[in-house]
C-alpha cells in the first residue's frame, strides 16, 4: 500500500505546529503529518505529495487565510483529488462559507476553534477510518472489474475456441469427405468388376486407394499435430546437430517426387557441417513441410532450391520456388491455421492449410525463426534460421 499523508495548514505558525503536535502523537507513525502556512504553499506541498505517489488521505485547514482561503483550497482539492477527505477549522466563518465548502468542497467535518484535544483526535480518527474503508470498497470494485473484463476475456476466447471448432470440424469432413468418397467408389468398382479387371488395372485402382488414404493420413497427422501443440504436449529436445545430413536426406526423397512434375530440385551448400542447436525431429518436420510446399506450388518444369549457409552466429536454410510467389494479404496471413491462400497447387495436390501454421509453432518452440520473402508472380523463399553454439 502506498504511503498515506495528512496535510495540516494554518497561517498562525502556533496553531499549525501545535495542531501537528498532537497528529504526530497518535497518527505519527502510520502517517506523514505535512503542513503549510498558507493555501498557496499547501497547494505546492499537495502536488509534490502526489508526485512522490502518496495518497494524502485527509487535509485539514484554516478557513480564514490571508490569500486563498480556506474553502478555496478544499473546493480545489476537492476537484483534483476527490477521494481525499477535508476538515475545516473555523473560528469566525459565515454559515454561508460552510455550505459552500459542504457543496463544493465534499466537506467532511468542520471543527471549531478553539478545539478540544481529544475530539479533535475522535474527528481525525473516524476521518481516517472513513477514508481506508473507502480505498478498500474502490480496491475492491477495481479487483471486480478486473475479473469482470478476465471473465469476458475468457468468454470471448471460448466463443472464438467453438468458432475455431466448428471451423475445424468442417475442414476436416469435407477433406476427409473427398478422399473416403474416391476410396469406395474405387472399392465397388473393384467388386463389381472384379473378375474382367486385368493386373494393371487393379494396381492402378490399388494407386489411387493409396493416394486417397496418404491424402486422409496427412490431414490427420496433422490436426494431431495441431492439438499436440496447442494442448502443450509436444516434448522439445534441443542439441548440437548437424543440419547437412537432414537436408540431403530429405533432398533425396523429394528429387524423384519433383521429377515427377518436371522440377529440377537442386541442393545448394558449400560446408562439410553446419552444426547448429535444433530438436531433429521438428527440424526434419518443418523442412519436409517446406521442400513439399515448394514443389507443390512450382510451376512444371520450373527449379526449386534449398540451399545451406552459415553466419558467425547461426545456420539459415532456404527454401525456394517460381512459383506465384505471395500477395500482401498472404504474407499477413501466412502462418495463421486454417488459411487459404491464393496461390494452388500446380499438380492437384491438396492442402489442408495447417502445414504452416505448424512449421511456425515448432520453429517458435526451437527458440528459432522463420520468414517468407516473396513478390506476386516472382516466387516464394522460405527462410529458416537456427542459432550456433
Same mark, same amino acid.
Given at each position: 500500500?502506498?504511503?498515506?499523508? $495528512?496535510?495540516?495548514?494554518?497561517?498562525?505558525? /502556533? $496553531?499549525?505546529?501545535?495542531?501537528?503536535?498532537?497528529?504526530?502523537?497518535?497518527?505519527?507513525?502510520?502517517?506523514? @503529518?505535512?503542513?503549510?502556512?498558507? +493555501?498557496?504553499?499547501?497547494?505546492?506541498?499537495?502536488?509534490?505529495?502526489?508526485?512522490?505517489?502518496?495518497?494524502?488521505?485527509?487535509?485539514?485547514?484554516?478557513? $480564514?487565510?490571508?490569500?486563498?482561503?480556506?474553502?478555496? !483550497?478544499?473546493?480545489?482539492?476537492?476537484?483534483?483529488?476527490?477521494?481525499?477527505? %477535508?476538515?475545516?477549522? /473555523?473560528? #469566525?466563518?459565515?454559515?454561508?462559507?460552510?455550505? =459552500?465548502?459542504?457543496?463544493?468542497?465534499?466537506?467532511?467535518?468542520?471543527?471549531?476553534?478553539?478545539?478540544?484535544?481529544?475530539?479533535? @483526535?475522535?474527528?481525525?480518527?473516524?476521518?481516517?477510518?472513513?477514508?481506508?474503508?473507502?480505498?478498500?470498497?474502490?480496491?475492491?470494485?477495481?479487483?471486480?472489474?478486473?475479473?469482470?473484463?478476465?471473465?469476458?476475456?475468457?468468454?470471448?476466447?471460448?466463443?472464438?475456441?467453438?468458432?475455431?471448432?466448428?471451423?475445424?470440424? +468442417?475442414?476436416?469432413?469435407?477433406?476427409?469427405? =473427398?478422399?473416403?468418397?474416391?476410396?469406395?467408389?474405387?472399392?465397388?468398382? $473393384?467388386?463389381?468388376?472384379?473378375?474382367?479387371?486385368?493386373?494393371?488395372?487393379?494396381?492402378?485402382?490399388? *494407386?489411387?486407394?493409396?493416394?486417397?488414404?496418404? #491424402?486422409?493420413?496427412?490431414? @490427420? /497427422?496433422?490436426?494431431?499435430?495441431? %492439438?499436440?501443440?496447442?494442448? +502443450?504436449?509436444?516434448?522439445?529436445?534441443?542439441?548440437?546437430?548437424?543440419?547437412?545430413?537432414?537436408?540431403?536426406?530429405?533432398?533425396?526423397?523429394?528429387?524423384?517426387?519433383?521429377? /515427377?512434375?518436371?522440377?529440377?530440385?537442386?541442393?545448394?551448400?558449400?560446408? %562439410?557441417?553446419?552444426?547448429?542447436?535444433?530438436?531433429?525431429?521438428?527440424?526434419?518436420?518443418?523442412?519436409?513441410?517446406?521442400?513439399?510446399?515448394?514443389?507443390?506450388?512450382?510451376?512444371? +518444369?520450373?527449379?526449386?532450391?534449398?540451399?545451406?549457409?552459415?553466419?558467425?552466429?547461426?545456420? !539459415?536454410?532456404?527454401?525456394?520456388?517460381?512459383? !506465384?510467389?505471395?500477395?500482401?494479404?498472404?504474407?499477413?496471413?501466412?502462418?495463421?491455421?486454417? %488459411?487459404?491462400?491464393?496461390?494452388?497447387?500446380?499438380?492437384?495436390?491438396?492442402?489442408?492449410?495447417?502445414?504452416?501454421?505448424?512449421?511456425?509453432?515448432?520453429?517458435?518452440?526451437?527458440?528459432?525463426?522463420?520468414?517468407?520473402?516473396?513478390?506476386?508472380?516472382? *516466387?516464394?523463399?522460405?527462410?529458416?534460421?537456427?542459432?550456433?553454439?
Amino acid at each position: 500500500m502506498k504511503q498515506m499523508a $495528512i496535510l495540516c495548514v494554518d497561517d498562525e505558525p /502556533t $496553531i499549525l505546529y501545535g495542531l501537528k503536535e498532537q497528529l504526530l502523537d497518535q497518527f505519527g507513525q502510520q502517517y506523514l @503529518i505535512e503542513i503549510a502556512e498558507n +493555501g498557496e504553499e499547501a497547494l505546492e506541498v499537495f502536488k509534490e505529495l502526489q508526485a512522490d505517489n502518496c495518497d494524502v488521505a485527509l487535509v485539514i485547514s484554516d478557513c $480564514i487565510m490571508p490569500g486563498m482561503p480556506g474553502d478555496e !483550497l478544499l473546493k480545489y482539492i476537492h476537484q483534483v483529488a476527490p477521494n481525499t477527505l %477535508n476538515i475545516l477549522l /473555523t473560528g #469566525q466563518s459565515s454559515t454561508q462559507v460552510l455550505v =459552500n465548502a459542504i457543496k463544493h468542497a465534499g466537506l467532511y467535518r468542520y471543527v471549531a476553534k478553539p478545539w478540544q484535544k481529544e475530539d479533535l @483526535i475522535l474527528t481525525v480518527a473516524e476521518a481516517l477510518k472513513a477514508y481506508l474503508k473507502d480505498r478498500q470498497l474502490e480496491e475492491q470494485n477495481r479487483l471486480l472489474q478486473q475479473q469482470a473484463i478476465q471473465l469476458q476475456e475468457k468468454n470471448l476466447r471460448l466463443l472464438s475456441l467453438d468458432q475455431e471448432k466448428n471451423e475445424f470440424l +468442417g475442414i476436416a469432413a469435407h477433406d476427409l469427405k =473427398n478422399p473416403l468418397a474416391g476410396i469406395l467408389g474405387v472399392a465397388e468398382l $473393384i467388386q463389381e468388376d472384379i473378375g474382367e479387371l486385368s493386373k494393371n488395372e487393379l494396381l492402378e485402382y490399388a *494407386g489411387k486407394i493409396e493416394r486417397a488414404a496418404k #491424402q486422409m493420413f496427412g490431414l @490427420i /497427422t496433422n490436426l494431431l499435430d495441431v %492439438n499436440k501443440i496447442e494442448s +502443450g504436449n509436444m516434448k522439445v529436445s534441443l542439441q548440437l546437430t548437424d543440419l547437412l545430413p537432414i537436408v540431403q536426406q530429405l533432398f533425396s526423397e523429394y528429387y524423384i517426387r519433383a521429377a /515427377t512434375k518436371q522440377i529440377d530440385l537442386k541442393l545448394v551448400y558449400d560446408q %562439410n557441417r553446419y552444426p547448429a542447436i535444433f530438436d531433429c525431429a521438428l527440424v526434419y518436420q518443418v523442412l519436409d513441410n517446406l521442400i513439399s510446399n515448394a514443389i507443390k506450388y512450382s510451376p512444371l +518444369g520450373k527449379p526449386v532450391w534449398v540451399r545451406l549457409y552459415q553466419t558467425e552466429q547461426h545456420v !539459415l536454410c532456404e527454401v525456394q520456388n517460381e512459383g !506465384l510467389g505471395f500477395s500482401p494479404s498472404d504474407l499477413q496471413k501466412l502462418f495463421h491455421k486454417f %488459411n487459404r491462400l491464393s496461390a494452388k497447387p500446380t499438380g492437384g495436390e491438396h492442402s489442408t492449410g495447417l502445414g504452416l501454421f505448424i512449421v511456425k509453432k515448432l520453429i517458435d518452440a526451437m527458440a528459432a525463426q522463420i520468414w517468407c520473402e516473396s513478390e506476386p508472380g516472382l *516466387g516464394a523463399k522460405f527462410v529458416v534460421k537456427f542459432a550456433m553454439p
